[in-house]
């Protein structure tokens, strides 16, 4: 029986204590730390990467490194194929180290994938084992390559800084997204990333900077068209994403207000009718005073009436304009018709079929009640 058990534990011990016969050296690997899609044209698409050089990540550099330029920490090359896959293919080719995505942070679409859709795509970041849900999906005016390319002051590599961005901002991860897309009645945004030029004067010391500016308004999987500067705080305002925020709004003709958002929260009623279907939306906002430039007397009843006035009018124009630009287009940026699916699920398969249609005409009450705190600290004025 003793001989038995040795017998097994040595069995055991032999399993346990082999070595590795599969692994990787990591010197092997090209680790992506983020990944742009462009379509070229019809059935070509071109996929970059941008992967770090370990060996100058220590020095400074002559210019950042963008697109495998000498003493730069990072590399950037493409491939082109007829899908993403072939994409890769092609770019596997040039390379002495084995493309490995379990690092990849970030997604950039190119615009003109995204307005073709950029579903398949997608799915191919969920077939790769190695590949992260948690990665952040972007979109840009033009090129992706473009993105990666940059050279920003901050971070030695610009996929660092995108993550950052867009985990500081309104960032939608790939799980996110697919999400958002699968849900009934609902479509989603992306941020917009885009390159800016340092405004640093006539210094020489210039980069291409990145810039998240905006949203992409998206119906199911294609890009419809990107937000102007009304539509981004009316965007932010529906998807609950002002807190924290300056915010800044005109009281006469020439003076502004600057207030921090401390609370915004939007409660949405449906109204019942059977022939058309009609919302109600009540957002009720409340701010601190940050920056009162026309020295208004805010404990006056009459002038806080009229500044709170001023900044309810302006919040609802700007999400009636999101509203009215993606209804228009037949996205359904908000979700009324999840709202539908959810509470009034025998009009919602009433409705569904057509529901894009429906859109253009939906009628939308919006009601703000914003509510200012008035105690700031007035510093020192000139003259004491």
């Given amino acids: 029986?003793?001989?038995?058990?040795?017998?097994?534990?040595?069995?055991?011990?032999?399993?346990?204590?082999?070595?590795?016969?599969?692994?990787?050296?990591?010197n092997d690997l090209a680790y992506v730390i983020a990944t742009g899609f462009d379509k070229l044209e019809e059935n070509k698409f071109k996929v970059s990467v941008q992967v770090p050089l370990p060996g100058a990540m220590g020095g400074e550099g002559s210019s950042g490194g963008g697109g495998g330029t000498s003493g730069g920490p990072f590399y950037v090359d493409s491939g082109i194929g007829r899908n993403v896959r072939e994409g890769n293919d092609d770019l596997q080719q040039r390379m002495s180290r084995r493309l490995y995505f379990a690092h990849r942070r970030v997604l950039v679409l190119g615009e003109e994938l995204a307005r073709g859709g950029f579903n398949k795509t997608l799915d191919v970041v969920l077939e790769q084992p190695e590949s992260r849900l948690s990665a952040y999906?972007?979109?840009?005016?033009?090129?992706?390559?473009n993105i990666l390319n940059a050279t920003p002051h901050f971070e030695k590599l610009p996929a660092e800084g995108l993550r950052e961005m867009a985990k500081m901002g309104v960032g939608l991860t790939v799980k996110d997204?697919?999400?958002?897309?699968?849900?009934?009645?609902?479509?989603?945004?992306?941020?917009?990333?885009?390159?800016?030029?340092?405004?640093?004067?006539?210094?020489?010391?210039?980069?291409?900077?990145?810039?998240?500016?905006?949203?992409?308004?998206?119906?199911?999987?294609?890009?419809?068209?990107?937000?102007?500067?009304?539509?981004?705080?009316?965007?932010?305002?529906?998807?609950?994403?002002?807190?924290?925020?300056?915010?800044?709004?005109?009281?006469?003709?020439k003076d502004?207000?600057?207030?921090?958002?401390?609370?915004?929260?939007?409660?949405?009623?449906?109204?019942?009718?059977?022939?058309?279907?009609?919302f109600s939306l009540k957002i009720d906002v409340k701010a601190k005073m940050e920056q009162n430039e026309p020295n208004l007397n805010?404990?006056?009843?009459?002038?806080?009436?009229?500044?709170?006035?001023?900044?309810?009018?302006?919040?609802?124009?700007?999400?009636?304009?999101?509203?009215?630009?993606?209804?228009?287009?037949?996205s359904d940026i908000y979700g009324f018709g999840w709202y539908l699916f959810r509470h009034e699920h025998r009009q919602w398969e009433d409705w569904k079929d057509e529901w894009a249609s429906l859109l253009e005409d939906l009628d939308v009450n919006v009601e703000v009640d914003a509510e200012i705190k008035r105690t700031i600290n007035p510093g020192i004025k000139i003259g004491e």
Avoid at 19 to 24: A, E, I, M, N, P
Avoid at 256 to 278: A, R, T
Avoid at 306 to 329: G, R
Wanted: proline content about 2%.
């Fill in 256 to 278: 502004e207000l600057n207030v921090n958002i401390q609370e915004s929260k939007i409660n949405p009623s449906y109204n019942k009718n059977e022939q058309k279907p009609s």
């Fill in 1 to 26: 029986m003793l001989k038995h058990k040795a017998f097994f534990l040595l069995c055991i011990c032999s399993i346990l204590l082999s070595g590795c016969w599969d692994r990787v050296e990591v």
């Fill in 298 to 330: 805010l404990n006056e009843a009459d002038t806080y009436e009229f500044v709170k006035t001023e900044m309810e009018k302006q919040i609802k124009e700007e999400v009636l304009a999101i509203l009215d630009h993606s209804h228009k287009e037949g």
């Fill in 137 to 145: 999906v972007l979109i840009t005016h033009g090129d992706a390559i």
């Fill in 177 to 253: 997204l697919l999400v958002d897309i699968e849900r009934p009645g609902k479509d989603s945004y992306l941020p917009v990333v885009e390159t800016v030029t340092t405004q640093n004067a006539e210094s020489d010391d210039k980069k291409e900077e990145i810039k998240v500016n905006g949203f992409g308004i998206l119906r199911d999987d294609e890009l419809k068209f990107f937000t102007t500067a009304q539509e981004t705080l009316g965007l932010l305002w529906l998807i609950n994403e002002a807190v924290g925020n300056n915010y800044t709004f005109k009281v006469g003709e």
